[in-house]
């Protein structure tokens, strides 16, 4: 389980003040549960997670994850970056193995152990084609396939799919899923999508900003496994334009009452 409690989050301004990025927060993730956070834009939700990967320290409160505080980044976690960050010199299943590499495993090694995991992506084919020959897609598939191959416990996805196109992004999203269900991970996902989060989640967490804190934390009761018409469902058409309508609010938008 990972425990955020009371994290906040400091950043010093150039004009030698200070600016609270996040306050406050605090809830909690469950072993194996998908769990959203959605946002408006500088709301701190990168930060959160890279918090919880250990690579920006909390200036207030703590994170637990089975009872130990995260003071730095650990093997139990992955984390999948909105840009696609390959190795632009090395071929796709170097790139896939490159997370064994840096864990201690040989260059050949690596190549072996991340062949299923290029497989489980679907592109096998393209073992030692580069990243520049590659979509954004399938980038963003080898670098799903490295996260994966180094076995996390939690997987941290920054708007993965945040660069794709429309009907790309919604296979990504149909393959992540599939990928969840066999693998089992704990995934903490943040998107700008709410069809995103409903489609995905057991759980999403909507932010309010200035400072970055909790407004509220939704359940998502739809049947798995997620299928395409998940997405028709009146549950599912509930639930986004709830948040939409928090979105919308914590924007000010004067068209729409304020929010309860
Ligand atoms: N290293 C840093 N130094 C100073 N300010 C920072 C730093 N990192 C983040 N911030 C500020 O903290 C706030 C939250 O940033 P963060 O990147 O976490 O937001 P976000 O919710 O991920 O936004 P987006 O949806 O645009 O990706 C922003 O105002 C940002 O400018
Ligand atoms: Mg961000």
């Known amino acids: 389980m990972i425990e955020i409690e009371g994290i906040g989050r400091r950043f010093n301004t150039r004009d030698g003040g200070s600016f609270e990025a996040l306050k406050d927060v605090s809830f909690s993730v469950k072993d194996k549960e998908f769990f959203s956070i959605i946002g408006p834009s500088g709301c701190g939700k990168t930060t959160l ?40 010199w090395a071929d796709i299943l170097t790139n896939v193995g ?25 592109l096998t084919r393209f073992a030692e084609h580069y990243p520049h020959e590659l979509s954004g897609g399938m980038q963003q598939r080898v670098g799903l396939a ?5 076995g996390p416990d939690i997987l941290l996805m920054d708007e993965p799919f945040g660069a794709l196109d429309a009907q790309t992004r919604q296979l990504m999203q149909e393959d992540l899923m599939r990928l969840w269900e066999v693998e089992q991970t ?8 709410m069809d995103e989060a409903a489609y995905l989640s057991d759980r999403v967490l909507v932010m309010d900003t200035h400072p970055g804190r909790v407004r509220e934390i939704l359940d998502v009761p739809l049947p798995r496994p997620r299928e395409e018409s998940t997405r028709r469902s009146p549950v599912f058409n509930e639930l986004t334009s709830h948040m939409w309508h928090e979105l919308r609010g914590m924007m000010g938008d004067p068209t729409l009452p304020a929010p309860e």
Not at 55 to 61: C, D, I, N, S, Y
Not at 146 to 150: D, I, P, Q, S
Not at 186 to 193: A, E, G, K, M
């Open 49 to 88: 997670l890279k918090m919880v990967a250990g690579l920006v320290k909390p200036t207030a409160g703590r994170i637990d994850i089975d009872g130990q505080t995260v003071i730095g980044p650990g093997e139990d976690r992955a984390m999948v970056f909105q840009q696609f960050v390959l190795l632009p």
């Open 146 to 150: 490295r996260a994966l191959a180094v």
């Open 98 to 122: 490159f997370g064994l590499e840096l864990r201690g495993m040989s260059r050949k090694e690596s190549r072996e152990a991340a062949k299923p995991y290029l497989e489980q992506v679907g």
């Open 186 to 193: 704990t995934v903490i996902f943040v998107t700008h999508s």
